[in-house]
């Protein structure tokens, strides 16, 4: 089984920036869609940004767009969630997931932006803005 760990979370002033990281093992990197989500105490988990080996698709959500840029690295099988111009509306845990690529499933918003799309999650790190 393929096993996520994130990492880079923590505190951090309104306005600044942070780089989040998910190691992953247990499986081939390239066979997989690997995405962020977070959640907020009271809130849906809310889809961020996926990345695979034909591209990657950020939201276009208000309080994501223009901010957040998604990245993977195959020689170290980790996946990179740069957020920048942070805010308090920011705070959530946020989860690093694996999707399996299965043949003649089209890489699109629809589909990897529901959470049910995904085998694996990590433990998921947290992320506190301040004001």
């Known amino acids: 089984q393929v096993q996520l760990v994130e990492s880079g979370g923590g505190l951090v002033q309104a306005g600044g920036s942070l780089r989040l990281s998910c190691a992953a093992s247990g499986g081939t990197f390239s066979n997989y869609a690997m995405g962020w989500f977070r959640q907020a105490p009271g809130k849906e988990r809310e889809f961020v940004a996926v990345?695979?080996?034909?591209?990657?698709?950020?939201s276009d959500a208000d309080s994501v767009k223009g901010r957040f840029t998604i990245s993977g690295d195959n020689a170290d099988n980790t996946v990179y969630l740069q957020m920048s111009s942070l805010t308090p509306e920011d705070t959530a845990v946020y989860y690093c997931?694996?999707?399996?690529?299965?043949?003649?499933?089209?890489?699109?918003?629809?589909?990897?932006?529901?959470?049910?799309?995904?085998?694996?999650w990590g433990q998921g790190t947290q992320v506190t803005v301040s004001s």
């Open positions: 997931a694996a999707s399996v690529i299965r043949p003649g499933t089209y890489y699109s918003f629809s589909y990897y932006s529901r959470p049910q799309t995904y085998d694996y």
């Open positions: 990345v695979s080996r034909v591209g990657a698709i950020t």
